[in-house]
Nanobody, 125 residues
């Protein structure tokens, strides 16, 4: 059983930065995609960013390109989402997720089997 635990959310002013973390114990992710998704009130959960753990290559949704960076620390078994130049429209609950390679495309919510509990990010104007 893979358990993911997010941290790092909070309240920040527009233009500010936050770094989200997602960690797991007892599981290595060499054959996984790790993703970040978000869900704003009244909206569907949407793809934000993903990383292929073995290669370290990141993929991003258009609204966050150039502002967010996904990375991973293999030694700590942790994936990060560095969020810069935050905007009020980035306000949402952010979820970390994991899926094995070859089980669906990285930006598709339904492809991910394992999910964290979510962390709230609020950006004030």
């Amino acid at each position: 059983q893979v358990q993911l635990v997010e941290s790092g959310g909070g309240l920040v002013q527009a233009g500010g930065s936050l770094r989200l973390s997602c960690s797991s114990s007892g599981q290595t992710f060499n054959n996984y995609h790790m993703g970040w998704f978000r869900q704003a009130p009244g909206k569907e959960r949407e793809f934000v960013a993903a990383i292929r753990w073995s290669a370290g290559s990141g993929y991003y949704a258009d609204p966050v390109k150039g502002r967010f960076t996904i990375s991973r620390d293999s030694a700590k078994n942790t994936v990060y989402l560095q969020m810069n130049s935050l905007k009020p429209e980035d306000t949402a609950v952010y979820y970390c997720a994991a899926k094995t390679m070859g089980t669906g495309t990285y930006y598709y919510t339904g492809a991910y089997r394992y999910w964290g509990q979510g962390t709230q990010v609020t950006v004030s104007s």
